[in-house]
């Protein structure tokens, strides 16, 4: 049986010939997610990997809603596998944000499903880092969830050499499309024809602009302007005030796809434009009264970065660590007859909090050493009565005879 197109199976490392796909490279990138967002003061949270179709048909847009895994349930309810987890917070924070005090830090990393084209970059499902905060509407907020984004992607030690948050707001979109047409029924047309404006050929993205009332130069002009609106100057001073000006520029090519985006909008590119979108996110101050019918209503602003495009960019740069398995100690059962008391020895080991590993049925003592060098343990350890053991250093080679109440501590 094959797996689905644009899955991946995770295998542990040395990876199989042709395998792409690294669980301990995925367990390097959430550990590194999980430490820096605790760092930043942001609580963990999860939500359904499967949720009511509602939630997206009429809240992230077009482009996502064509890309769903829906289908009717045995209780005959339209459902969807999850595509992004902003909807899914929204709903969390609209029903029960009073209980927690303001502003609200969260994050999360789900597994999402989307139904792309499969392509560089983009597969069918991935995980995402979500950091969101909810209840502050000041650009200060902003800021401090793009220094968080920045110190996430410094944390793999890549650099202002590698990668760029490109800075943009659709408040200077709207202004900008406002100034030039009066029916707000095209704004969503326009946003995202300005999206695509950069994977688009000129010729198709004027066709669009002019049929929307515009032309490719206007755009192109306001683009190439540049200049900071007052709430995008707040947020780079407030990032050059932590020492990170470098890793930020305003961009007015970034708009977002999604439907919900209100105010401050930015993506993270790596430096040599090699790469997909790495990161994305920004303001989106409508979305928890709209999935809670109004009932409830609360600032938010977030981002999400992607393992696929992260992985991809990290091994580009060489900056995936070596994962070796590391096991602190091979027991080695030599006597069948100290087979139980060896077992309580692996136990007294694990119980101490290191990793013992040991031959689960009766083997050759030469080839119970043989796997406790190929698996790189620090040390061995072998029983040579019920109470007494002799361990091994297997780099130095050094033995020495301990009673068997004592033998883990001599592992540290
Ligand atoms: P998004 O731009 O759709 O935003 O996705 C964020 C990141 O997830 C992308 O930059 C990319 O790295 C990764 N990504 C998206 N789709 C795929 C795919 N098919 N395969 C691999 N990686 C992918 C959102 O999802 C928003 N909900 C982010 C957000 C959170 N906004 C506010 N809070």
Known sequence: MERLPGFRDFFPEPLPKGEAWSADVREYIFDRWQTVARRYAFQAYDGPPLEPLDLYTAKSGEEIVGQLYNFTDKGERAVSMRPEMTPTVARMIAARERHYKKPIKWYSIPQ???YERQQKGRLREHFQFNADIFGENDPAADAELIALLIDVLRSFELTADDFVIRLSSRNAWQDFFSAH???????YDFYQAVDKIERTPPEESDKKFQALGFT????RNFIDSGEPTEELQAVLDNLAARGLG???KIDYNVIRGLAYY???????FDRHGKFRAIAGGGRYD???SLVSDGKNDLPA???AMGDVVLAELLKDRKLLPEFNQSIDAFVLIEDESLRAASLGLVQQIRDFGLNAEYSVVPQKPDKQFKRALEMGALYSARLTGPQEAVIKNLSTREESTWPLAKVAEQLV
């Open 112 to 114: 999402l499903f989307r």
């Open 181 to 187: 047409c009066s029916d707000d029924s095209k704004a």
């Open 216 to 219: 490719l130069e206007q755009v």
């Open 246 to 248: 470098d890793y930020v």
């Open 262 to 268: 209100t105010g401050v909008v930015y993506e993270a």
């Open 286 to 288: 409508q979305l928890v």
């Open 301 to 303: 602003a977030g981002f």
